[in-house]
């Protein structure tokens, strides 16, 4: 549920988000569109020989997970979507997909983590997020990367926040598509709901800022991070992404 306040306080909300109809609803903002070319762009980045092994976390219905596995990487997709599962098991019969939470991966050693399309920041807590970090760090070989694409706090607040308002709420529609978001930048909670016809479901993020993600990933056992603006290595920029690249 959300509370009046506009803070969605359901434990389970990611896993109702993430249903049979997320696939349709974000096809419809065009947030798939740049898949192949960012797995070109991922596999460049990485430059590992074939046959290595990558963790990608949360793997949702495989869109990533996919492709990397028919380049001949060992691939493990995890999620706590059921939903999401089943269907990446139905599209990518080869990869492994595991059922469960980001906290608690797969034994590795993996060769490679990613984490992609601002899927940090999902649980109650923020110690909680960091426990996600820490238990990646762990199941990563010497010398392993971790790749991070995240909308941070900085971006957020260069495309939404108007001067030095604490509350900042926002409108989108794509045809039958409406989302309102809610900004909250004392507590940098982010709370958006999306409806259209037969389908309507709420999401929540915690926001970090650059500064607070570089602390906390060298807190997690990472001992070189880089920050760039896509995943080619431009500069970053407010008005974009962020890629973030860690090195055990």
Same mark, same amino acid.
């Given at each position: 549920?959300? /509370?009046?306040?506009?803070?969605?306080?359901?434990?389970?909300?990611?896993? *109702?988000?993430?249903?049979? !109809?997320?696939?349709?609803?974000? =096809?419809?903002?065009?947030?798939?569109?740049?898949?192949?070319?960012?797995? *070109?762009?991922?596999?460049?980045?990485?430059?590992?020989?074939? !046959?290595?092994?990558?963790?990608?976390?949360?793997? !949702?219905?495989? $869109?990533?997970?996919?492709?990397?596995? $028919?380049? !001949?990487?060992?691939?493990?997709?995890?999620?706590?979507?059921?939903?999401?599962?089943?269907?990446?098991? $139905?599209?990518?019969?080869?990869?492994?997909?595991?059922?469960?939470?980001? $906290?608690?991966?797969?034994?590795?050693?993996?060769?490679?983590?990613?984490?992609?399309? /601002?899927?940090?920041?999902?649980?109650?807590?923020? @110690? @909680?997020?960091?426990?996600?970090?820490? =238990?990646?760090?762990?199941?990563?070989?010497?010398?392993?990367?971790?790749?991070?694409?995240?909308?941070?706090?900085?971006?957020? @607040?260069?495309?939404?926040?108007?001067?030095? *308002?604490?509350?900042?709420?926002?409108?989108?529609?794509?045809?039958?598509?409406? &989302?309102?978001?809610?900004?909250?930048?004392?507590?940098? @909670?982010?709370?958006?709901?999306? /409806?259209?016809?037969?389908?309507?479901?709420?999401?929540?993020?915690?926001?970090?800022?650059?500064?607070?993600?570089?602390?906390?990933?060298?807190?997690?056992?990472? &001992?070189?991070?880089?920050?760039?603006?896509?995943?080619? &290595?431009?500069?970053?920029?407010?008005?974009?992404? /962020?890629?973030?690249? =860690?090195?055990?």
């Amino acid at each position: 549920m959300m /509370t009046t306040s506009g803070h969605i306080t359901r434990e389970n909300w990611a896993e *109702e988000f993430f249903d049979e !109809g997320f696939r349709e609803t974000f =096809a419809i903002l065009g947030r798939f569109d740049d898949t192949e070319s960012d797995i *070109e762009a991922i596999v460049n980045l990485l430059r590992l020989p074939l !046959g290595a092994r990558i963790l990608d976390v949360p793997c !949702g219905f495989g $869109r990533h997970a996919g492709p990397l596995s $028919r380049r !001949g990487y060992r691939i493990v997709g995890i999620d706590n979507s059921p939903k999401q599962l089943d269907d990446a098991r $139905r599209r990518y019969p080869d990869c492994t997909f595991v059922l469960t939470d980001m $906290r608690t991966p797969p034994a590795g050693p993996y060769d490679a983590i990613l984490n992609l399309w /601002t899927s940090f920041g999902f649980f109650d807590t923020r @110690e @909680e997020d960091l426990a996600a970090l820490a =238990a990646w760090a762990d199941v990563l070989v010497p010398g392993g990367k971790l790749i991070m694409e995240i909308d941070t706090l900085e971006y957020f @607040e260069h495309r939404v926040r108007n001067g030095s *308002e604490l509350i900042s709420t926002q409108l989108v529609q794509r045809s039958d598509l409406v &989302g309102h978001a809610r900004y909250d930048w004392t507590t940098q @909670e982010f709370n958006v709901h999306w /409806t259209r016809p037969g389908w309507s479901r709420q999401g929540r993020l915690h926001m970090y800022s650059r500064p607070q993600l570089e602390t906390a990933i060298y807190e997690a056992g990472f &001992g070189h991070v880089a920050f760039a603006g896509d995943f080619h &290595g431009r500069p970053v920029d407010p008005d974009s992404r /962020t890629v973030i690249v =860690a090195t055990k």
